[in-house]
């Protein structure tokens, strides 16, 4: 994974430099991402929008932390769309796996 997809200026900045902060903050954020991950497909197979939007709005915040901008802006794509079907989505679905997967193994082989 290109790691200029990821940057942690934003949790050095709170943890002061702290490894070890830094190192449960990412932990925190793969726990987390994993389970809102899982509620994204569930939401998605079952074709329920609404819960898909929230699923989506939650993992685009925490990618926000550490700025996974290409996560950020799929999951800002599906919480404005009216339109795609469920078809439609898939794509979007797929890419976000894909960045989630490559950026939960960059972490966990680079930081943790």
Known sequence: MDKSLIDLTNIKSVTGGDLE???LLLEEFINSSNKI???LKSNHENDNLKDLKVAAHSLRGICMNINAMTVVDLCTT????ESESKEGREGIINKILEEHSSITSYIKDNHL
Not at 78 to 81: P, T
């Open 78 to 81: 599906i919480e404005n769309d």
């Open 21 to 23: 902060i830094e190192k």
């Open 37 to 39: 991950i899982d509620d």
